[in-house]
């Protein structure tokens, strides 16, 4: 099959093209893409297609219709979407939904910035951590777009108490242990979760705003250094101190870890709130050597050695090439239980 595409559908300039037959992961899995080498804007990246009668291959006519429908600012801002996960390593297919989708969250995302209170605003997709539920975007504000935010817009129907917990969470860790994590912030009435309404939808969403974190995440970075592992066994460990000591309002919901250990009481020394997805290095985050984490939105129960234990063991870690660091630097802060590496043994079956 052959293809008479020459310019890139989403910023029109000159490209390459290929047909290629959809990856397994794709809803539409039997279906053909397009793939657009559009190096120097868009990247290389992959979208929707469909053949016509005499077998040539055009951008599937919804995918194509959307595009055509968008103005330059909207376009511009998909294109740079495109680009940053590209950037990072993450697929998208670009077709009718995930266009839909990120364009109607980014309209929540600019309401979301007005009733926040933030003036003269530019908005970016997040390069990292694409989760298209609860989607992530940059603001850019203030007169020379100086001041740096980011604001998450949340699932529909996500329960307000629960990410109230997770944002009383980070404060804490933020402001009484003083560790390296997104503050949140709060509008001018003092709200942290604002539900923001579009015209055209019927569904509210919460919205939350945080301080951004200048830094780089540990994927970005590549190669840690030993002392860099260390503060972030160090920063892990302030964590795990801090949950220990943590007493939740009355009105605290986070969900359980699943797993049980016996032998293992479940109290606080042992047991408290854990980030549950700190292995993933993109939610790592490096300022200097001072370590830090992002996206707590995930957060729950669970015991302390099941996070240490995931850190090692998890393919994905930094921490697994560098466990002597790690350790060494999460013992500065509290000790390890004294069967830790049979608590390790145990878990991994
Ligand atoms: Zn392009």
């Not at 697929?91 to 009718?96: A, G, K, P, T």
């Not at 009733?115 to 605003?121: E, I, S």
């Not at 032998?263 to 606080?268: H, L, N, Q, R």
Request: charged share 25%; hydrophobic share 40%; glycine share 6%.
């Amino acid at each position: 099959m052959t293809t008479h595409i020459k310019t890139c559908p989403i910023c029109e300039t000159q490209v390459e093209t290929k047909v290629e037959a959809a990856p397994d992961w794709y809803h539409n899995d039997s279906g053909i893409l397009l793939r657009i080498y559009c190096n120097e804007i868009c990247r290389d990246y992959l979208i929707a297609a469909t053949p016509d009668k005499s077998g040539k291959v055009w951008v599937e006519k919804s995918t194509q219709t959307l595009l055509n429908l968008l103005n330059d600012e909207r376009r511009g801002f998909f294109s740079r979407a495109v680009r940053g996960l590209r950037d990072n390593n993450c697929w998208l297919i670009v077709d009718y939904s995930e266009i839909h989708t990120l364009l109607r969250d980014r309209q929540f995302a600019i309401r979301a910035a007005t009733q926040f209170g933030l003036k003269n605003v530019k908005i970016e997709h997040t390069r990292a951590g694409f989760d298209a539920e609860n989607r992530v975007f940059f603001l850019f504000a203030g007169q020379h777009q100086q001041q740096r935010f980011t604001l998450r817009v949340h699932e529909v129907g996500a329960d307000f108490n629960g990410i109230h917990s997770t944002l009383f969470w980070q404060m804490s860790l933020s402001q009484k242990a003083n560790l390296l994590v997104p503050e949140p912030l709060s509008d001018s009435n003092d709200a942290f979760i604002l539900p923001v309404s579009v015209p055209g939808r019927s569904e509210q969403r919460y919205c939350t705003l945080y301080r951004y974190i200048e830094g780089k995440d540990a994927q970005a970075i590549g190669n840690l250094t030993p002392a860099m592992v260390a503060n972030f066994g160090e920063f892990v460990s302030k964590m795990h101190q801090h949950a220990a000591a943590f007493q939740p309002p009355t009105w605290f919901t986070r969900p359980y870890h699943p797993r049980e250990i016996e032998g293992i009481p479940k109290v606080p020394e042992n047991y408290g709130i854990i980030h549950r997805e700190i292995e993933n290095s993109v939610n790592v985050l490096f300022q200097g050597e001072r370590a830090g984490a992002i996206d707590f939105q995930e957060c729950w129960w669970g015991y302390y050695v099941v996070e240490i234990a995931g850190l090692l063991e998890s393919q994905e870690s930094f921490v697994a090439n560098h466990q002597a660091a790690f350790l060494e630097g999460y013992q500065r802060i509290r000790q390890l239980p004294e069967n830790f590496e049979e608590i390790r043994k145990m878990l991994r079956k």
